[in-house]
């Protein structure tokens, strides 16, 4: 029998080395591995690469590496949460590959299903493709590192020419993603927002650590239910149904309102 359970999240993390890519689940805050997260920030893990749709908020998620200055580039969709986010990257002490989110989500599950490249329309004629989109600041403000131009190519896919922009797979040394239910086997099951960067997240890494909130064992989960099968997940951590959880923005109404 194939037991990927772990003791601990300190034990899973263990070996992620100074300078590793990492591939993180989340959406804004939903679906953080954030004891992953926080085991990793514990045993001082630094120059890290990132991908991940956004890196939390200033003191949640991806944020905490962040403020700890853990993290040298992220590779992301939406980085509008974080105050010191926008500090690091404005003074170049971050490097920012910005993605289409649809994009970046195709990026990882490329990547995990092995395949190297693939055409899309999103981006075409902007400076996705054409290139010079700020990926690193210098210290006096000018721009240091620039987005490359991209491969541009006409294909008439429904009889109509249209130009399509060439974007490469992301694969990456670890991912780390949160699941609502696994079993030892690593087959997972996520639910609502967590569901959608976890498992494309999961995929990319060659070394996929899972939290999950419940460890069953194999055979109580039902086959047609489970998002993502344990082929793509070597180490499973349970971390309880009281994990904290965070709310980007919590908006309220007065009663009568």
């Not at 805050?29 to 690469?49: V, Y």
């Not at 990257?89 to 299903?113: C, D, I, N, V």
């Not at 290139?131 to 009889?159: H, I, M, Q």
């Amino acid at each position: 029998m194939i037991d990927k359970q772990w003791p601990s999240a300190k034990e899973a993390v263990a070996d992620i080395a100074d300078g590793s890519s990492l591939a993180v689940g989340g959406f804004g805050l939903s679906g953080n591995p954030i004891a992953l997260i926080e085991a990793l920030l514990a045993q001082g893990t630094t120059d890290l690469s990132i991908v991940s749709n956004n890196c939390g908020v200033d003191d949640w998620g991806l944020g905490i590496l962040l403020g700890a200055q853990r993290i040298r580039k992220m590779t992301s969709s939406y980085v509008g949460e974080n105050k010191e986010f926008e500090r690091q990257f404005l003074s170049g002490e971050l490097e920012l590959e910005l993605t289409p989110q649809g994009t970046l989500a195709e990026k990882l599950r490329a990547g995990g299903s092995g395949i190297a490249a693939f055409y899309t329309q999103t981006g075409v004629g902007t400076q996705v493709a054409e290139g010079g989109l700020p990926r690193r600041y210098a210290a006096d403000g000018s721009v240091d590192v620039a987005s490359p131009v991209k491969d541009v190519r006409t294909f008439a896919v429904d009889g109509t020419p249209r130009e399509y922009v060439l974007e490469e797979a992301i694969t990456t040394d670890f991912a780390l993603v949160h699941a609502l239910r696994g079993d030892r086997h690593g087959n997972l099951v996520f639910t609502k927002a967590a569901r959608n960067f976890n498992p494309l997240a999961a995929m990319a890494g060659r070394v996929c650590i899972a939290q999950v909130e419940e460890l069953v064992e194999p055979g109580d989960l039902d086959p047609d239910g489970i998002h993502l099968p344990g082929v793509f997940v070597h180490r499973v951590i349970e971390v309880g149904t009281d994990i904290p959880k965070r709310i980007e923005r919590r908006t309220v109404t007065t009663d009568g309102a």
